[in-house]
């Protein structure tokens, strides 16, 4: 969150507020969620935040039911809620005795399905929102919008936004080490750190490659199911994320394992040492780096639609199809400001058969390329593709 850069998720976290007890705001460290929370509420007397990082925070919840019964009419943001798991049960409870709209905002760096206690506690009673880092979009409403930029530092504000190329490179560097060295073993998860970023590292390699864990398991030294452990813990706290393959009766031989992508460009290219523009140009992950830059975004925009990509035995491929309903928007990702395609790319669309086809590259302006077929930046896709 930045005064420069407004969030369009703003609203919609409002809309939860005067539906739910309880709004939940999970993402990755360092994204915004605290900005977001204060920044609802700055004209607001009766908010009170809490971090449970912070011990004397902490401290004031030694009798949790005392203090949200003394504060009742206020909001109360909990800060960093996954490291305090017990106080789920409490807030059901002090939720179902005096329940308003807005009551609690809960702030998470571990998503749902990791922190099980919303969803067996708080049920009907919260609102799920998941804030991801900027996207293309919100970055490009700056006056001094680079993509270049965008794309080699990535999403996290303070990367993004950082007084130079150097200072960004840092902030992420000491990101990665905390993240490793600190907030998974927060969530009480003993694993070496030295071998999760050796595994982070090794994703980073195979950036939109098919996850082959047996692989990774062998380079690492660990049993198939440790690494595939690692891995879903990684997704969990919004570092990894896995696109699976398309799922239909289609007449053709499918590949059917998962491509493995780092969620935010930045921390990609801080992995490979990649600090300037002109070595991601000249690094094998280049066209990979763009094509997880596009997923990344379009997955965490359109979060009511389900996504997947199209690969066959034969390499005929698309690497985004999306779904919603009876529609489907087919994406193809070109690092390239004069993009070409290939036999199998329009075997595919013959296959699948999309409403609409759309080549993401680097262009200023979106351009037809065929019938159905159009060449477009990745922020005129956000902006202008209604799904």
């Not at 749902?112 to 609102?127: F, M, P």
């Not at 049993?223 to 990894?240: A, G, K, N």
Request: some cysteine.
């Amino acid at each position: 969150m930045h005064k420069f850069i407004p969030r369009k998720i703003e609203a919609f976290v409002r809309e939860n507020l005067v539906i739910f007890p309880a709004v939940s705001i999970l993402g990755p460290r360092q994204c915004g969620k605290s900005t977001l929370a204060k920044m609802l509420f700055k004209e607001r007397s009766d908010f009170l935040y809490l971090d449970l990082q912070n011990p004397n925070d902490l401290n004031k919840l030694r009798e949790p039911m005392l203090f949200f019964q003394s504060n009742q009419h206020a909001t109360i943001c909990l800060d960093e809620i996954q490291l305090v798991p017990h106080l789920f049960s409490m807030l059901r409870s002090e939720i179902d005795r005096h329940r308003r709209p807005g009551r609690f905002i809960l702030l998470g760096s571990a998503s749902q399905n990791l922190i099980q206690k919303t969803s067996e506690s708080l049920a009907g009673r919260v609102g799920l929102i998941e804030l991801s880092p900027f996207n293309v979009e919100e970055a490009a409403m700056s006056k001094d919008f680079d993509l270049k930029t965008f794309w080699l530092r990535g999403g996290y504000p303070d990367s993004y936004l950082a007084s130079s190329d150097r200072g960004s490179v840092l902030w992420r560097e000491n990101f990665l080490q905390t993240y490793v060295e600190r907030d998974i073993p927060q969530l009480g998860l003993q694993i070496p750190s030295l071998q999760l970023r050796r595994l982070l590292t090794m994703c980073a390699h195979n950036q939109g490659q098919l996850f082959n864990s047996s692989k990774l398991a062998d380079s690492l030294g660990v049993t198939y199911p440790t690494v595939r452990r690692y891995i879903d813990l990684m997704e969990q706290t919004f570092i990894l994320r896995t696109l699976p393959p398309l799922e239909r009766n289609i007449k053709k031989r499918l590949v059917k394992s998962p491509k493995i992508f780092v969620r935010d460009s930045g921390l990609l290219h801080r992995l490979l040492q990649v600090d300037n523009f002109n070595a991601l140009l000249g690094n094998p992950v280049y066209g990979a780096s763009w094509e997880g830059l596009v997923i990344e975004n379009i997955t965490a925009t359109f979060t009511d639609c389900s996504f997947s990509f199209y690969r066959s035995a034969s390499g005929d491929e698309l690497d985004l199809i999306i779904e919603k309903g009876n529609r489907i928007i087919a994406v193809e990702c070109k690092a390239s400001s004069a993009p070409q395609t290939s036999k199998g790319f329009w075997n595919a669309i013959e296959i699948i058969q999309p409403d609409k086809t759309y080549i993401i590259a680097p262009v200023s302006e979106p351009y037809p390329y065929h019938q159905n077929v159009e060449v477009c930046g990745l922020a005129d896709f956000l902006k202008n593709v209604a799904l």
